[in-house]
């Protein structure tokens, strides 16, 4: 079992008061915290390492390239890529998705054809392919769900058609706390010769993920999420398909040469990095997965797991509580979403603020699921693997405090 306590020690940004309250952060599928050797590693590149990469042949530029590169294959090996070359740097999983909506989507859909999407995707799986949709006039589905919030494979097989070209659905659910069974959904829709598309915001950096075995044709998702830094992310695509891919960004490192009137384009991944890249980033995200697999993904997920049997059944009991997702803890992620009868998210998440609980309420960018789930909003907490047990019971006793006083208000 994973030491929470000695992990925490590791980030600086968890030891403060918050309303004179100890700091506790479950707000963990937003962003995560970083740990100090990630912020070492950045800070040890703009202190001796600061150039720009490639092209440069005196010393601060190689060892820039080469510690910028070394993140790649860590990268790569982390996800179980075949190669670097299918190992894109981005700004995070908008920009990837972004990137196979217009670089590959603009290729291949035509007219009629559809693109299959869930309910419960995030903003960025949605407006991508709605835009697409729009551009070449195909058609937008939404695949059904089961009751427990699932991708239902066994009905999605009745919906899928010869016209799908490419289903893009989340690994795990930003709101529900499911994880989908990606390599099902992909085989349903390679059967009709299409392409998955898998956004991996939220599971990437909570279990090992292996996108060969998922049989994903791209696979998008971020660094700020799993312990790196904001505006770095990876989008991994299969070699054949990337070669096919227009890049849709241009300059710097992605091209060869420039004619009077057109130009070529670099080998891959460069083909892709259009400018200067977020070098520190990509470096800050390798000290990221040098620290993920210190400590093991398997786990992380066991822990995450265990600390869901603990607190979901204790947050099931408070009366007035809807959670949304499966009921079964072994369903379920470290994302819970639920809503207090009576309370609006937003006070609540400000009630918890008072508290030194960190929490996030709104919609998650998911305002299709909400209408979904028939809600205009939700409070989310969402755990990692630097919470402890007692934050998990300083979370529910709050969250009782904080119901008995809006109670004792209400009369």
């Known amino acids: 079992m994973i030491d929470a306590k000695k992990i925490k020690q590791d980030f600086p940004i968890l030891f403060q008061t918050v309303n004179d309250e100890p700091l506790i952060y479950l707000d963990n599928a937003a962003t995560s915290q970083k740990p100090k050797q990630v912020l070492e590693a950045i800070q040890h590149y703009y202190e001796f390492d600061n150039a720009n990469i490639h092209r440069g042949v005196h010393t601060l530029a190689e060892r820039a390239t080469s510690a910028y590169e070394a993140a790649r294959e860590k990268l790569r090996r982390f996800i179980n890529a075949a190669s670097t070359k299918e190992v894109l740097f981005t700004r995070g999983t908008t920009t990837g998705l972004n990137w196979v909506a217009v670089g590959f989507g603009d290729l291949i859909i035509e007219e009629g054809d559809e693109i299959y999407i869930t ?6 799986n949605v407006v991508p392919w709605q835009q697409l949709a729009k551009r070449k006039k195909a058609k937008l589905v939404y ?18 058609t010869a016209k799908g070209k490419i289903m893009s659905v989340c690994h795990s659910s930003n709101v529900l706390g499911i994880t989908n069974p990606i390599k099902e959904l992909a085989a349903l829709i390679h059967q009709h010769n299409g392409y998955m598309v898998v956004d991996g915001a939220q599971s990437t950096p909570h279990m090992k993920v292996d996108v060969q075995a998922l049989d994903a044709d791209f696979y998008a998702f971020s660094g700020h999420k799993m312990l790196g830094p904001t505006g770095s992310g990876v989008l991994y695509g299969k070699e054949a398909l990337l070669e096919k891919m227009e890049p849709v960004e241009f300059g710097g490192e992605m091209i060869d040469f420039v004619y009077d009137q057109e130009s070529t384009w670099s080998v891959l991944p460069w083909k892709f990095e259009a400018g200067t890249p977020n ?7 390798g000290a990221a997965v040098d620290y993920l697999e210190a ?26 509580i809807t959670v949304y997702g499966p009921a079964d803890p072994e369903k379920h992620t470290g994302v819970i979403t639920f809503n207090l009868e009576g309370i609006h998210p937003h006070d609540l998440a400000t009630a918890f603020d008072m508290e030194g609980i960190a929490v996030r309420a709104g919609h998650h960018c998911a305002q299709p699921l909400m209408r979904y789930l028939d809600v205009s909003s939700t409070a989310r907490a969402s755990f990692y693997f630097y919470n402890t047990f007692e934050e998990a019971d300083q979370f529910i006793a709050s969250l009782h405090k904080i119901k008995e006083f809006f109670k004792d208000g209400f009369i």
């Open 119 to 124: 309910p419960m995707e995030h903003h960025s």
């Open 143 to 160: 695949l059904p769900l089961t009751a427990d919030g699932f991708v239902d494979v066994e009905k999605s097989a009745e919906v899928v």
């Open 295 to 320: 400590i093991g993904m398997d786990a992380i997920e066991a822990y995450e797991k265990e600390m869901v049997r603990y607190v979901l059944p204790k947050l099931q009991a408070i009366e007035g």
């Open 279 to 285: 070098i520190a980033g990509g470096i800050g995200l």
